[in-house]
């Protein structure tokens, strides 16, 4: 089985680190991500075979790198199966490996932050944080609310735009993949085929969570949904 766990890294299923769940569990390191390499990512493993397998095809098909041929006193290699350039640099590991140190405390600034947004969204009758179940760690690359529209007079667009006229860094992640232009196109996907995830979509708001965020500038977002929420309920 092979895992997307790009926005979970830091968290845990019943006790069981994200990156144990899978036989391969693949990471983003992209600069937004808990931690980054600047671009790139990272696969994890307990499988010697898909371990090796993988660092060939990471490195043009070839059996052997330089470190081994080096300590081998060997010069020898061949190219033994298809593959590509897919090696981070030694110094994007040396920033990955470092940031990984730190984030532990990350996910518990992260963690923090969601628990005061609960706390208040909750109480909102037109605001509704997403739910958590039991026995999971949540890493929360997103803090993601849904909008109980038919409790508010006005939609996801407005909503979202007053919160940035407020000055709350707010988003929406993401548009449904089979309505991506690509999709259609290529495979003749249209709105209807997955209509959970299409009203979803239209009800939800990502908003600012990261580790440097500030007490002040948390609560500065709290006061902009709930003011927004209960100006425009009906």
Same mark, same amino acid.
């Given at each position: 089985?092979?895992?997307? +766990? ?15 769940? +899978?036989?391969? *569990?693949?990471?983003? %390191? ?11 990512? /990272? ?13 060939? /095809? ?11 041929? *080096? ?17 981070? $640099? ?10 990984? =140190? ?21 109480? %909102? ?13 949540? +890493? ?25 006229? =407020? ?7 993401? &548009? ?16 209807? %085929? ?11 708001? *990502?908003?600012? &969570? ?16 709930? *003011?927004?929420? $209960?100006?425009?309920?009906?």
């Amino acid at each position: 089985m092979v895992a997307d +766990a790009c926005h979970s890294l830091g968290g845990s299923y019943h006790g069981r680190p994200v990156g144990t769940l +899978a036989d391969l *569990s693949v990471f983003s %390191l992209h600069p937004v991500k808990h931690i980054t390499t600047g671009e790139g990512g /990272f696969i994890s493993t307990d499988n010697l075979e898909l371990s090796h397998r993988m660092r060939v /095809f990471r490195n043009h098909g070839i059996t052997t790198d330089h470190h081994q041929r *080096s300590e081998d006193g060997s010069w020898f290699y061949e190219m033994a199966d298809l593959g590509y350039n897919y090696r981070l $640099t030694d110094f994007q590991c040396a920033l990955g490996i470092c940031q990984l =140190q730190k984030l532990p405390a990350w996910i518990e600034k992260r963690q923090l932050i969601a628990r005061r947004y609960n706390e208040v969204f909750h109480k %909102l009758n037109t605001v509704m944080p997403l739910g958590l179940q039991h026995n999971i760690s949540h +890493a929360y690359h997103l803090y993601v609310i849904r909008l109980q529209l038919p409790m508010l007079d006005i939609d996801r667009k407005s909503f979202y735009l007053h919160l940035r006229q =407020q000055g709350v860094g707010v988003n929406v992640h993401y &548009i449904p993949v089979h309505l991506h232009r690509f999709y259609r196109k290529r495979f003749g996907t249209k709105p209807g %085929l997955c209509p959970v995830a299409e009203a979803a979509y239209l009800e939800i708001l *990502s908003l600012p &969570i990261f580790p440097g965020l500030t007490e002040s500038e948390a609560n500065q977002v709290i006061d902009a949904v709930s *003011s927004i929420a $209960t100006d425009h309920a009906i």
